[in-house]
Structure formats: structure tokens, C-alpha cells
């Protein structure tokens, strides 16, 4: 059974900077697309940035030259470098393993969330 485990969450000024990590085990993770998640108090859970098997990169206008989302497929892990954070972006942000070599539909396997928190 695929599990992803995020780390690397926590409360950081605005400006500040923070390396999630998304760990993958029980399951393929060179062949598929990945993805990271978010989801803020009251809003519903928007795409944050996505990764093909290729290594090709997709962000929300949001987030774009601030984040970049990177792989490892020696460690099993994907990660989400956030840069120059902003109180818009506390929200708990999830990983997740599409079905696909490209990001398309919607995810098949979730991790359960870390939080991060920016203040202003």
C-alpha cells in the first residue's frame, strides 16, 4: 500500500523560508507525477505545484519564483522549497502521487498534511 508522509511544516515569519519533505513508500515513485496540495482554513484545497516523471514544473501564479518543487528518486522523497513566505500562504499543504507520468486528473494517493504557518 503507497504512503506519503509530509515533514518539515511549522511557524516561520513572513520573508522566512521552509523545506518540505514528502516521503513515498510501498509503491512506485520515479514513474509517476507528484504534486503538492493546499488547503487554508475555510477554503477549499487548491494546487500548489506539480512535478512530472520528467522533472517538468507547474505552479500556481501564487506561488510562482517563490516555491520550487523538486524530486529525489534515490531518497523517495519529494520536496517544495518555499521562499519569501507570506501570511496567505499558512495552510496545511499535502502531497500527493498521481496516477499518471503527467499530472493530469486527480490524485490517487493523499499524505496526511503538515502545517505551515506564516506571521505577519
Not at 521552509?18 to 520515479?30: D, E
Not at 517538468?56 to 513566505?85: C, E, P
Request: aromatic share 10%; glycine share 12%; with cysteine.
Amino acid at each position: 500500500q503507497v504512503q506519503l508522509v509530509e515533514f518539515g511544516g511549522g511557524l516561520v515569519p513572513t520573508g522566512g523560508s521552509l523545506r518540505l519533505s514528502c516521503v513515498v513508500s510501498g509503491g512506485t515513485f520515479s514513474s509517476y507525477a507528484m504534486g503538492w496540495h493546499r488547503q487554508a482554513p475555510g477554503k477549499q484545497r487548491e494546487l500548489v505545484a506539480t512535478i512530472t516523471r520528467q522533472g517538468a514544473t507547474n505552479y500556481v501564479d501564487s506561488v510562482t519564483g517563490r516555491f520550487t518543487i523538486s524530486r529525489d528518486t534515490a531518497k523517495n522523497t519529494l520536496y517544495l522549497q518555499m521562499n519569501n513566505l507570506k501570511p496567505e500562504d499558512t495552510a496545511v499543504y499535502y502531497c500527493s502521487r498521481y496516477g499518471w507520468v503527467t499530472p493530469r486528473g486527480s490524485p490517487a494517493n493523499w499524505g496526511r498534511g503538515t502545517q505551515v504557518t506564516v506571521s505577519s
